[in-house]
């Protein structure tokens, strides 16, 4: 194989692998919203390593929100966005309001997605219903290409009256399959 076919090969696969990840879908929910940040390890000559926390809504489930704080790296790599975030990622979810369910969900869908680092790392916040306790259970956890982490967070959500007149749903049924 000659060297230009070799560079139009490498080339090609760079193209399809750019495509596919322009394609997927980077958050299930719209993006959170940040409610704060703090310094963890100061760095002299560039941003510093920080914690923040975000919050956001769950978008098939209206009346609960959820809360969880990623490390962001600092130095000049995770100022240019090029730092592998790390997967100590912490979760809490609650009932904010009636809840109301606007669609039927599967077991471990995705509620939230976003990347944390530049091609092969992303978190996700994943939602099911623990049917027997009338429970919609969160957990959130990072994945890589290869491998995934054991770190994780699971926060729970018990499916309670808001007021006198509110009807209680029942998740399993908005469990499809």
């Not at 750019?18 to 879908?25: F, V």
């Not at 940040?34 to 920080?50: A, G, H, W």
């Not at 962001?72 to 995770?78: N, Q």
């Not at 049917?131 to 957990?139: D, G, T």
Request: glycine share 6%.
């Amino acid at each position: 194989m000659s060297s230009s076919s070799t560079r139009l090969t490498a080339a090609t696969l760079l193209t399809v692998v750019l495509a596919w990840l322009a394609a997927t879908p980077v958050a299930a929910a719209d993006e959170p919203d940040l409610i704060f940040r703090r310094s963890t390890v100061f760095k002299l000559l560039s941003p510093d390593d920080k914690l923040a926390t975000y919050g956001l809504d769950d978008p098939e489930v209206e009346g609960v929100a959820c809360h969880f704080t990623v490390p962001e790296r600092g130095g000049y790599k995770g100022w240019l966005g090029l730092a592998e975030e790390v997967s100590d990622i912490s979760l809490a979810c609650r009932q904010i309001a009636p809840i109301r369910f606007k669609n039927k969900m599967s077991q471990g869908e995705d509620m939230f997605r976003q990347r944390r680092s530049l091609f092969f790392k992303k978190m996700q916040i994943v939602r099911g219903c623990d049917a027997k306790r009338n429970v919609l259970v969160y957990m959130v956890y990072s994945d890589r290409l290869i491998e995934g982490s054991p770190k994780n967070s699971t926060s729970s959500v018990p499916i309670m009256p808001w007021g006198s007149n509110d009807t209680i749903q029942k998740c399993a049924d908005f469990i499809s399959g």
